[in-house]
């Protein structure tokens, strides 16, 4: 992805930001290990996801150089069956309680 490399509107330089999550991520392997922590078989959530189409999105929000010009994205739940985002002193993952909103 290219973006740019100051907030300055005159500077035309560009900088590039290279993914760097693996091609093909095991998914379902994750999924494998969260049913044997809870004590469920190694495979036991695959048959919920073997006749459909699924995919895997790893999150990890970015420390933003010029925060003033970040858009950002707004409330949404998220469609997949496990969200995994890396955590660290940037924070962003926000969560609040269906009953109460707290």
């Known amino acids: 992805m290219l973006v740019p490399a100051s907030p300055d509107f005159d500077d035309k330089e560009l900088k590039r930001l290279l993914n760097q999550w693996p091609e093909n991520p095991k998914d379902l392997r994750l999924m494998g290990l969260i049913a044997l922590s809870l004590g469920l078989r190694e495979h036991w959530f695959y048959r919920y996801f073997k006749d459909s189409t699924s995919f895997i999105r790893l999150t990890h929000y970015l420390r933003c150089p010029f925060p003033n010009l970040a858009l ?10 496990l969200t995994v985002l890396y955590q660290d002193e940037v924070g962003g993952l926000e ?4 009953t109460d909103g707290e």
């Open 72 to 81: 950002g994205i707004g409330r949404h739940k998220d469609g997949g069956a």
């Open 95 to 98: 969560v609040k309680c269906k």
